[in-house]
């Protein structure tokens, strides 16, 4: 369901692109105990970027629990054309779709396409793509969140690129307040705190905690490291 306001939430997401998929219900309900209600969904095509993932199977697969514990699947969609796939993933439940403005001209079209199927529409940058691409769909009021990618797409358990500080701060200032900031890629407990003092709301975390021997405790331990209680 579209809810542009859990995007602007503070919030580590989980990406099951690290989970051990022998067991994925049960390592998606380990993080939904400890707290997490956003769920990331990593899609590769195998030509925007080499690897192949998951398909719509696998946003059914988990989005039935991650809705009875309130939570939302959120889909980031690394492949090409992602306007011709978008009817697929909401039908199989995603809440939020996220697609890269490097892989169609069409970006204004596929995030209306988003929105219209009633899910909230990110779009997301690579490292080396300007901020300022984002810009035009902020204006023309078809954004609900923005996703800075921190390591080059494709491969989980990367470090993150300390550019990326700066183009956080730069997507918070330039965009409006309701579009959350989201940043993907090599975020942990040692990580997590500078880039949500750089504007990033929405924190994808992949092996730091599926990684982890116990993913509902990490998943705890980089929240509390991003936001520390006052
Ligand atoms: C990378 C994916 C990420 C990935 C992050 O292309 O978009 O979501 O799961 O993995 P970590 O957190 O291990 O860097
Ligand atoms: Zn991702």
Not at 194 to 205: F, H, R, S
Request: charged letters at 20%; glycine letters at 10%; aromatic letters at 4%.
């Amino acid at each position: 369901m579209r809810d542009p306001e859990r995007l602007r939430a503070r919030e580590v997401a989980p990406s099951i692109l690290a989970a051990d998929l022998s067991r994925l219900g049960a390592q998606v309900d380990d993080v939904l105990a400890a707290g997490a209600r956003v769920v990331h969904v990593d899609v590769m095509d195998g030509h925007f970027v080499p690897p192949i993932t998951f398909g719509p199977n696998a946003v059914a697969a988990v989005a039935d629990r991650v809705h009875a514990a309130g939570g939302i699947v959120d889909v980031h969609l690394m492949i090409e054309r992602p306007e011709r796939q978008v009817a697929d993933f909401i039908a199989a439940g995603a809440d939020s779709i996220t697609i890269h403005v490097e892989a169609t001209p069409h970006v204004h079209y596929a995030l209306q396409a988003v929105r219209e199927g009633g899910c909230t529409a990110g779009a997301a940058i690579c490292p080396a793509t300007p901020v300022t691409l984002l810009a035009d769909a902020a204006a023309a009021g078809v954004l609900d969140l923005a996703l800075c990618m921190s390591v080059n797409p494709g491969w989980g358990n990367q470090r993150l690129i300390e550019h990326s500080f700066g183009k956080l701060a730069d997507l918070r200032a330039m965009l409006p307040e309701a579009v959350g900031v989201e940043v993907d890629g090599g975020v942990n407990a040692a990580t997590a705190r500078a880039v949500a003092e750089a504007g990033a709301n929405l924190l994808v975390a992949g092996s730091a905690v599926f990684g982890a021997a116990e993913p509902g405790e990490a998943w705890r331990e980089i929240t509390a490291a991003a936001w520390p209680a006052p």
